[in-house]
C-alpha cells in the first residue's frame, strides 16, 4: 500500500515539474527574443529620425545660405542647437565650409584638429561611391570630437550631410560645405538602456570599418541598469543593427548581443524530482525493512482497519480507541497537498507574468499610437514650412521683377546678342563715357568697344583676376577705368564691364551697380530656362522625350502630312509586359530597371531619324520620319527579333525579369494621319491580348 501510494505520487509530481519547467524555459526564450526586437526596432526608429531631420535641417535655404552669409549665424546655431535638443542620439554637430573651415558648432570644439581625418574619409567617400543617399556614416574611435565630459570612451558615429545649393537635376556642383553630427556611444546607452531590467544586458561588438587606423576592440561597450554578475548563468542572443535607410549612402553594421541572467541548465525542477524519486526509493526499502520486521504488527491493525471500513459502509462511524499505526499515509497526503499548493503558486506566477506582459504590449500600442500622431503632426509642420517657403520664393520673385522693371533693357536680353544689347543700353545712359565688355560665359575672347582703345583693355591691371572686390577703379591719363566683376549666384565670373569716365557719385555707381547685377540675373536665367525647356519635354526615368513632346512632334508630322501628302509617316504604339507583376514581385526598383532596359533596347532598333517617347507608366511609341509602309514593317521585324531574344532588366542582388513588350503600328500610306494613333494602339492591345493568351501570365 505504501508503494502504491508513494510512487504514483512522485511520478505525477515529476511529470508536473517537468513540464512546469519546460514552459518556464520557453518564456524565458521568448522574453529574450522580444528584449532583442526591441532594442533592434528602438535602435533603427532612432537613427531613421536622425537621418530625417539631417535630410531636412540640409535642405533649409537659410541654413544654406548661412554658409556665405556671415548675418545668418545666429540662424545657424540656433538650428544646430534645435537638432541636438529635439535629437537624443546627438550631442554635437558642426557647419564646415567646402575648405573644412568651422562656420558654426553646438557643443563642439573650436578649431577641431580631427577635422583633418574625417576630410580625408568622406572626400574619399564622395569621390568613388555613388549612392543612392546624401548622408555618409562612419565610426569614430579614440577621437576628440566634442568635449570629454560628453563622450568620455571617445567613441560612436559620425554622420557627414553634404550641402548643395540646389538639388534640381542638372545644377549639382560640388558641395558648399558640410553638416557634422556627433553620435557618442554614451547618448546610444542612454536610449537603450531604459528599456533593460535587472540581470539583462547588451553588449555590442565593433565591425572594423575600412579606412580607420584605431581597432581598440568596441565589444566592451555593455549596457545594463546594475551591476553584472559575471558567475550567473546567462542566455544570449546575437543580431545585426544595420544602419540603413534611404538618405544613407553606405551602410555600417554593428553586432549585438544580448544577455538575459536565466539558469537554463540544470535547474531546481530537475533536482526536485531527483530528490523525490530519492526519497521515494528510501521510503519503499525502509517500508520494506520494516514489514519485515514488524510483521506481526500489522495483522491487528489491518483487522482493526477492515472492521472500521465495514463499519464506515454499514453507517457506523463510531469507531474509537483505534489505534491504526499507518502514520505514512498522513505523509503521504501531506506530501501531495504541498506539491499541490507549489504547483498553484507556480500557475498564480504565470498568470501575474502574463498579465505584465498584456500591460506591455498594451503601453507599446499606445507608444505606436503616439508616434503615428507625431509623425502626422511632423507631416503638417512640413507642409506649413513649405508652403511658407513657396510664399517666400514668391514675394522674392515679385521683388525681382519690380527690379527688372526698373532697367529698360531688361526684355531686350531674353532673345538677340547680349553683347550689343548692353552696349545700346550702357551708350544710352551715359553717352559721354567710354563703354567696353567681354563675356567668358560664351567664350568670347575679344572686347566689344565703344570710345575705349582696346590696347589699354589687355593690359594686366584691368583683369579681372587681379582684384579681390566685385568693383575696381584704374587711373587712364585724365579719367578713370570703372571696372565691374558680372558673376553669378555662385561667385563665378562670367564677364566684365568697363567703363571710362570721371570718379562716379555714389547714385551713378548704384545705378550701374544694379544694372550688371541684373545682366548677371539675366545671362544665368537664360542657362536655366534652356535647360528647364530641356526638362519639360524629357521623361526623367529614361531620358527619353515624354509625353508633351510625343503630342507636339505628332501634331506636327500630322500638319506637314496635310500639306505635303507625300511626306508620310508611321507611328508604332508599345507596352511593356508584366510591369505591374515585377514591381509586386520585387518592388519598384525592379520596375523602374524593366523601364530603363527596354527604352535602351528600343533606342538600338530604331534608326537615328527615329525617335522614341515613354508616353508614361509602361506606355512607349515610335515616330518614323518618311515611315511609309516598307519603312515600318523593316522595324515590326527588327523589334521581333529583339523580342525573340532573351532580355533581362536586373537588380545588383541578382534578381532579374525577362524583357518583353507588344506592338502595334500604322502608317499615313494605309490609314489617314489623325487615325494613325488609334490604329497602331488596337493593333499593340490586341498583340498583348496575343502574349497573356499564350503564356497564360496573369495581367
Not at 290 to 308: D, F, K, V
Not at 472 to 489: E, G, Q, R, T
Request: proline share 2%; net charge neutral; glycine share 6%.
Amino acid at each position: 500500500m505504501l508503494i502504491i501510494a508513494v510512487v504514483p505520487a512522485a511520478i505525477v509530481g515529476g511529470l508536473l515539474l517537468k513540464q512546469q519547467s519546460d514552459v518556464e524555459a520557453n518564456y524565458r526564450i521568448d522574453m529574450l527574443d522580444r528584449l532583442s526586437n526591441t532594442i533592434k526596432q528602438e535602435f533603427d526608429y532612432r537613427f531613421s529620425l536622425l537621418s530625417t531631420s539631417l535630410d531636412v535641417l540640409s535642405r533649409d535655404r537659410l541654413f544654406v545660405q548661412a554658409i556665405d552669409n556671415f548675418f545668418l549665424a545666429g540662424h545657424v546655431n540656433t538650428s544646430l542647437g534645435r537638432l541636438v535638443k529635439n535629437t537624443p542620439l546627438i550631442q554635437a554637430a558642426y557647419l564646415v565650409d567646402d575648405r573644412w573651415s568651422e562656420i558654426e558648432s553646438y557643443n563642439g570644439i573650436h578649431g577641431l584638429s580631427s577635422f583633418s581625418k574625417l576630410k580625408d574619409i568622406l572626400m574619399y567617400r564622395l569621390s568613388v561611391h555613388n549612392g543612392n543617399g546624401r548622408q555618409w556614416v562612419f565610426y569614430y574611435n579614440d577621437e576628440d570630437l566634442m568635449p570629454l565630459k560628453f563622450n568620455p570612451t571617445r567613441r560612436g558615429i559620425v554622420i557627414g550631410v553634404p550641402i548643395f545649393q540646389s538639388m534640381t537635376n542638372g545644377l549639382k556642383r560640388v558641395p558648399l560645405g558640410y553638416l557634422i553630427v556627433v553620435v557618442p556611444m554614451e547618448n546610444i546607452v542612454k536610449v537603450l538602456r531604459p528599456y533593460l531590467k535587472d540581470g539583462e544586458r547588451v553588449v555590442f561588438q565593433n565591425n572594423r570599418e575600412r579606412g580607420m587606423n584605431n581597432t581598440r576592440d568596441m565589444k566592451d561597450i555593455i549596457i545594463s541598469q546594475s551591476k553584472i554578475d559575471q558567475n550567473r548563468s546567462t542566455i544570449n542572443k546575437t543580431i545585426n543593427i544595420k544602419l540603413e535607410n534611404k538618405y544613407i549612402s553606405e551602410p555600417i553594421e554593428y553586432t549585438m548581443k544580448v544577455y538575459m541572467d536565466k539558469y537554463l541548465g540544470e535547474n531546481p525542477y530537475i533536482k526536485s524530482l531527483k530528490y523525490i524519486s530519492l526519497f521515494g526509493v528510501i521510503i519503499i526499502l525502509l517500508a520494506f525493512f520494516i514489514a519485515g520486521m514488524t510483521y506481526r504488527w500489522i495483522a491487528r491493525p489491518l483487522g482493526g482497519l477492515m472492521e472500521m471500513v465495514r463499519a464506515y459502509s454499514r453507517g457506523e462511524y463510531q469507531e474509537l480507541g483505534r489505534d491504526l499505526r499507518f502514520t505514512e499515509f498522513f505523509m503521504v497526503d501531506r506530501l501531495i497537498r504541498n506539491m499541490a499548493k507549489t504547483i498553484q503558486a507556480q500557475v498564480a506566477d504565470l498568470a501575474v507574468t502574463n498579465s505584465e506582459l498584456n500591460t506591455a504590449y498594451l503601453e507599446k500600442e499606445q507608444v505606436n499610437l503616439q508616434l503615428v500622431n507625431f509623425n502626422d503632426q511632423l507631416e503638417l509642420k512640413v507642409e506649413e514650412k513649405t508652403l511658407a517657403l513657396s510664399r517666400s520664393l514668391l514675394r522674392e520673385k515679385n521683388r525681382r521683377s519690380m527690379l527688372q522693371s526698373l532697367l529698360s533693357f531688361s526684355h531686350e536680353l531674353q532673345s538677340g546678342d547680349i553683347i550689343e544689347t548692353v552696349m545700346t543700353q550702357v551708350v544710352a545712359l551715359y553717352p559721354l563715357a567710354g563703354w567696353a565688355m567681354k563675356s567668358y560665359a560664351d567664350n568670347e575672347v575679344t572686347w566689344a568697344c565703344e570710345n575705349i582703345e582696346q590696347s589699354r583693355l589687355e593690359m594686366p591691371d584691368i583683369q579681372p583676376d587681379g582684384h579681390y572686390c566685385d568693383y575696381y577703379c584704374v587711373s587712364n591719363n585724365d579719367s578713370y577705368l570703372h571696372c565691374f566683376k558680372i558673376k553669378n549666384s555662385k561667385n563665378d565670373i562670367t564677364g566684365i564691364i568697363v567703363m571710362q569716365y570721371m570718379a562716379l557719385e555714389h547714385d551713378d555707381f548704384e545705378v550701374i551697380s544694379l544694372f550688371v547685377h541684373q545682366l548677371s540675373i539675366e545671362l544665368e536665367g537664360r542657362l536655366l530656362n534652356e535647360e528647364l525647356v530641356r526638362i519639360a519635354v524629357t521623361d526623367s526615368l529614361t531620358g527619353l522625350a515624354n509625353r508633351k513632346a510625343f503630342d507636339n512632334d505628332l501634331e506636327g508630322h500630322i500638319q506637314l502630312f496635310n500639306r505635303h501628302p507625300s511626306r508620310n509617316f508611321g507611328l508604332f504604339m508599345l507596352d511593356v509586359n508584366g510591369l505591374k507583376r515585377a514591381n509586386d514581385s520585387y518592388g519598384h526598383s525592379m520596375g523602374d530597371t524593366l523601364l530603363i532596359e527596354t527604352s535602351k533596347l528600343l533606342i538600338e532598333t530604331c534608326r537615328l531619324t527615329d525617335t522614341v517617347y515613354r508616353l508614361g507608366g509602361d506606355e512607349f511609341a515610335i515616330i518614323l520620319e518618311a515611315g511609309d509602309r516598307d519603312s515600318c514593317s523593316i522595324l515590326w521585324r527588327r523589334l521581333e527579333k529583339v523580342r525573340d531574344q532573351i532580355n533581362y532588366a536586373c537588380l545588383p542582388n541578382g534578381k532579374r525579369v525577362e524583357i518583353h513588350f507588344a506592338v502595334g503600328y500604322a502608317s499615313t500610306d494605309q490609314y489617314p494621319a489623325d487615325q494613325v494613333c488609334l490604329v497602331a494602339d488596337k493593333a499593340m492591345y490586341k498583340d498583348k491580348r496575343r502574349f497573356y493568351e499564350k503564356t497564360g501570365i496573369e495581367r
